[in-house]
């Protein structure tokens, strides 16, 4: 078991430009999550997918920040137009149905907007 | 407004002592509270949990301490060890996870 899979490490981009970061959620798990982690603001959620159906995007910026979730085995988060406050770690968890259960974190993808 | 709070922000102890890590939330109908801990560079990881219908849990040297009448919890980490060096966060779930700001433990030697 890899674990969750977050790619790429590390992503360096230019203010307005777009970044896309993908996760592989752990094999069986049905629930995918996404948090931004910043010195300042801590670890927020972004959204959430189950079933790959999206169930909460109450923590994502309304503008230029969307993520999709086109089959089990891959979510993507994609911000446009991209600000120098956009530079965080962006963490991706998954989690099987059971909402006590465990939720397991990818190794971030740490973000940076020149 | 800040719905999990921890304290302190950092500690430091000597190896062998006991850290005690507090954490306070707003909304009762939170009840299941996971902390988890990270190391620089890496993502959270499960380190142990409670559900509200318990008032404390015990794993090895961790153990959570729950007071729900005061929307209180702690992590007390017994013989503390320069591996367990790490942010703790806790959090409460609602599905998604609502992190507190953490507490940075740092063990002497």
């Known amino acids: 078991n890899a674990g969750v899979i977050q790619t790429p490490r590390h992503k360096v981009t230019g203010k307005g430009q777009e970044a896309t970061l993908w996760c592989e959620p752990i094999?069986?798990?049905?629930?995918v999550f996404w948090y931004r982690q910043t010195i300042v603001q801590g670890l927020e959620f972004l959204t959430y997918?189950?079933?790959?159906?999206?169930?909460?995007d109450s923590g994502m910026p309304k503008e230029r920040f969307s993520a999709q979730m086109p089959n089990q085995s891959h979510s993507t988060l994609k911000i446009q137009s991209t600000q120098p406050q956009d530079s965080a770690v962006y963490l991706c968890?998954?989690?099987?149905?059971?909402?006590?259960?465990?939720?397991?974190f990818g190794p971030g993808t740490r973000l940076t907007v020149l | 407004q800040q719905q999990v709070r921890q304290s302190p922000q950092s500690l430091t102890v000597w190896e062998g002592e006991t850290a005690i890590l507090n954490c306070s939330y707003e909304?009762?109908?939170?009840?299941?509270f996971p902390w988890y801990q990270q190391f620089p560079g890496e993502g959270p990881a499960l380190l142990i949990s409670?559900?509200?219908?318990?008032d404390k849990k015990e794993d090895g040297r961790f153990t959570i301490f729950f007071n729900k009448r005061e929307k209180k919890l702690s992590l007390h980490i017994t013989d503390s060890q320069p591996g367990d060096s790490a942010t703790y966060f806790c959090?409460?779930?609602?599905?998604?996870?609502?992190f507190g700001q953490g507490t940075k433990l740092s063990i002497k030697p």
């Open positions: 997918f189950r079933n790959q159906a999206p169930i909460d």
């Open positions: 094999s069986g798990h049905s629930a």
């Open positions: 409670i559900s509200s219908v318990s």
């Open positions: 959090a409460a779930s609602q599905g998604k996870l609502i």
């Open positions: 909304d009762s109908t939170f009840n299941y």
């Open positions: 968890a998954s989690r099987t149905g059971d909402n006590y259960a465990e939720q397991f």
